[in-house]
């Protein structure tokens, strides 16, 4: 009996030490997982907010590219617009020089004519803004148109006029149209030749009138037809202004 009582001892003294090491084991794991746990919730915490940093930085990055494009889009819309200012800056002197240009080569015709005297003349004025003739412009016109019937070797000078409102380069075209309008009313229902005109579009030069006052304003806002002849037998034409609408 003795011998196997000796015999049964180092079974439960393997069992014993198996039971230890599981124990151990178990022991471990759980000290391992508690000292990396903190390490991983701390790693996952800096990934989160490099990611959220990296967000931000691409954001102020497409802020800023954005700013940038708009800024330069401001850049060059001013750059367009001052050259734009400069063109028109160029083309109210063109239109200046124009004008005087026109009205020089009307002084060489008349200075190369004998005797070449005003005989007559008749102006007409526009509505503001306006190159448009009306009922009582065309009436002054037809009565300045029907004294020319047998004239000869005369010419008609046409200046046409603005107020000061707006721009230069805007009122030498306009007084240009206004010019222009006379002139073909007159040369459609008259067949008075082309060749006989001499236009001038003087803008808001040589005012006649105070472009301070709405009457000094609607005074300059005309056109003048002269005529011009070296045949002194020929009966003087004389018109009034018509006031415009």
Same mark, same amino acid.
Request: with cysteine; proline share 1%; glycine share 6%.
């Given at each position: 009996?003795?011998?196997?009582?000796?015999?049964?001892?180092?079974?439960?003294?393997?069992?014993?030490?198996?039971?230890?090491?599981?124990?151990?084991?178990?022991?471990?794991?759980?000290?391992?997982?508690?000292?990396?746990?903190?390490?991983?919730?701390?790693?996952?915490?800096?990934?989160?907010?490099?990611?959220?940093?990296?967000?931000?930085?691409?954001?102020?990055?497409?802020?800023?590219?954005?700013?940038?494009?708009?800024?330069?889009?401001?850049?060059?819309?001013?750059?367009?617009?001052?050259?734009?200012?400069?063109?028109?800056? #160029?083309?109210?002197?063109?239109?200046? $020089?124009? !004008?005087?240009?026109? &009205?020089?080569?009307? =002084?060489?015709?008349? %200075?190369? +004519?004998?005797?070449?005297? #005003?005989t007559g003349d008749v102006t007409? $004025?526009? !509505?503001?803004?306006? &190159?448009?003739?009306? =009922?009582?412009?065309? %009436?002054? +016109?037809?009565?300045?148109?029907?004294?020319l019937n047998g004239a000869n070797?005369?010419?008609?000078?046409?200046?046409?006029?603005?107020?000061?409102?707006?721009?230069?380069?805007?009122?030498?075209?306009?007084?240009?149209?206004?010019?222009?309008?006379v002139v073909q009313y007159l040369?459609?229902?008259?067949?008075?030749?082309?060749?006989?005109?001499?236009?001038?579009?003087?803008?808001?030069?040589?005012?006649?009138?105070?472009?301070?006052?709405?009457?000094?304003?609607?005074?300059?806002?005309?056109?003048?037809?002269?005529?011009?002849?070296?045949?002194?037998?020929?009966?003087?034409?004389?018109?009034?202004?018509?006031?415009?609408?």
């Open positions: 009996m003795k011998n196997q009582s000796i015999k049964i001892q180092p079974i439960h003294v393997a069992v014993s030490i198996c039971a230890l090491l599981s124990i151990t084991g178990c022991a471990t794991k759980n000290y391992v997982h508690s000292q990396t746990a903190p390490i991983i919730q701390q790693t996952d915490q800096l990934d989160q907010k490099t990611a959220d940093n990296n967000r931000a930085i691409h954001d102020v990055d497409d802020r800023a590219q954005a700013g940038i494009g708009k800024a330069q889009q401001s850049a060059d819309a001013a750059g367009q617009s001052a050259n734009a200012a400069e063109q028109s800056a #160029q083309n109210a002197t063109s239109a200046a $020089n124009d !004008a005087v240009h026109r &009205a020089s080569a009307l =002084s060489d015709v008349v %200075a190369g +004519l004998d005797n070449y005297k #005003q007409v $004025n526009f !509505a503001f803004d306006k &190159a448009v003739l009306t =009922s009582n412009d065309r %009436a002054e +016109l037809d009565s300045f148109a029907a004294k070797s005369y010419i008609l000078e046409v200046t046409g006029g603005t107020d000061s409102t707006g721009n230069a380069q805007y009122n030498y075209q306009l007084s240009q149209r206004r010019a222009d309008a040369a459609s229902k008259y067949q008075i030749s082309p060749r006989r005109f001499y236009l001038i579009g003087i803008g808001e030069d040589q005012a006649v009138g105070d472009n301070h006052t709405s009457s000094g304003r609607a005074m300059n806002r005309r056109v003048t037809v002269q005529m011009l002849t070296n045949n002194v037998g020929n009966t003087a034409t004389s018109g009034t202004a018509a006031s415009g609408n």
